[in-house]
């Protein structure tokens, strides 16, 4: 085991196109999502979230129609979008109106507490 690389969990789901391990996993997804998930869900506890959670997951690395929307949705709704990637545990991705450069430094409080620490550093 030593002189191989490890491959990635996510890269195991992932199928190549065209594939009838693809079709399997997108048939799975589907179940998973439509009809497993409000069966679980209708039981107490939380198993219908992570169902769902797997069915997304299947989904969106095999079905280039779901990746579509998902980032539609997540383009439209940005805060959910960054909630996505804080549960995913990913950097976040560029969404909404671009924040705008500071070419200059900030005023106020900032400058205050930039004086007062170059004059405490120059007083010692």
């Known amino acids: 085991m030593r002189g191989r690389a490890r491959r990635p969990i996510c890269a195991a789901v992932k199928a190549p196109p065209d594939s009838v391990l693809r079709i399997i996993y997108l048939g799975t997804g589907w179940v998973l999502v439509l009809v497993v998930t409000p069966v ?22 095999n079905s280039n129609w779901v990746k579509r929307v998902y980032a539609r949705h997540t383009r439209r709704y940005p805060r959910q979008g960054r909630l996505a990637d804080k549960v995913l545990r990913r950097p976040p991705a560029p969404r909404g109106r671009p924040k705008p450069e500071l070419d200059e430094q900030p005023s106020g409080l900032w400058e205050k507490l930039r004086a007062l620490l170059d004059f405490s550093s120059r007083a010692q």
Do not use: H, T
């Open 40 to 61: 679980v869900g209708a039981l107490p506890g939380p198993g219908g979230v992570f169902i769902f959670a797997g069915g997304m997951a299947l989904l969106l690395k």
